[in-house]
């Protein structure tokens, strides 16, 4: 009897368990990314250990536009030149998503035939992860993939920038990101 008991507890408690499990495997929605998040992280490439990483600062905007969201994110590189006075480069990009048929897929514009210089992009939510592809193709069919991987973590964000050339890793960036206050 008390052999019985305990196995109906177990079986609830497996039962709620993976109920739960099931529950929180499911992907966010972009309005759970909404928001402004500002940081900085390192980037490093195979010659890093040789001339050490680059310092990034960075700004990302999510926020609703029609019926899906656009992000914005801004990278202000500091590398090279006189150590006391690096060179410093600032680049903002802007990619607005659209649903598609898949749930979790998302429809990047501007975005074109790569074939003919135009990047294409989209972006897909796995999980608490957005992450934005952008692949483009130079004028020797060489194509360069970058993916940007933001994480929702309990202070803000976790990025993981990465950039394949032909199949080979060219540079990867890392950061930590605190949301802004509205």
Not at 71 to 88: A, E, M
Not at 158 to 170: A, N
């Given at each position: 009897?008390?052999?019985?008991?305990?196995?109906?507890?177990?079986?609830g408690i497996?039962?709620?368990?993976?109920?739960?499990?099931?529950?929180m495997a499911?992907?966010?929605r972009?309005?759970?990314?909404?928001?402004?998040?500002q940081?900085?992280?390192?980037?490093?490439?195979r010659?890093?250990?040789?001339?050490?990483?680059?310092v990034?600062?960075?700004?990302v905007?999510i926020?609703?536009s029609?019926?899906?969201?656009s992000?914005?994110?801004?990278?202000?590189?500091?590398?090279?030149g006189?150590?006391?006075?690096?060179?410093?480069?600032?680049?903002?990009?802007?990619?607005t998503?659209?649903?598609?048929?898949?749930?979790?897929?998302?429809?990047?514009?501007?975005?074109?035939?790569p074939l003919?210089?135009?990047p294409?992009i989209?972006?897909?939510i796995e999980?608490n992860?957005?992450?934005v592809?952008i692949?483009?193709i130079?004028?020797?069919?060489?194509?360069?993939?970058q993916?940007y991987?933001?994480?929702?973590?309990?202070?803000?964000m976790?990025?993981?920038?990465s950039?394949?050339?032909?199949?080979?890793?060219?540079?990867?960036?890392?950061?930590?990101l605190?949301?802004a206050?509205?």
């Amino acid at each position: 009897m008390v052999f019985r008991k305990l196995a109906q507890i177990a079986v609830g408690i497996i039962f709620v368990t993976a109920a739960t499990g099931i529950a929180m495997a499911q992907d966010l929605r972009p309005a759970a990314f909404f928001g402004t998040f500002q940081g900085s992280g390192f980037a490093e490439d195979r010659d890093s250990i040789y001339f050490g990483t680059t310092v990034r600062d960075l700004d990302v905007i999510i926020a609703p536009s029609g019926s899906g969201f656009s992000v914005t994110w801004t990278t202000i590189i500091r590398g090279g030149g006189d150590p006391s006075k690096p060179n410093v480069r600032r680049k903002t990009q802007t990619a607005t998503f659209s649903t598609t048929d898949k749930a979790s897929v998302f429809r990047g514009a501007p975005s074109g035939d790569p074939l003919a210089g135009n990047p294409y992009i989209w972006a897909k939510i796995e999980d608490n992860t957005m992450t934005v592809f952008i692949m483009s193709i130079n004028e020797s069919g060489a194509y360069n993939m970058q993916s940007y991987a933001r994480t929702l973590s309990g202070y803000g964000m976790d990025l993981v920038f990465s950039r394949i050339r032909d199949g080979e890793p060219v540079r990867t960036a890392r950061a930590k990101l605190t949301k802004a206050a509205n």
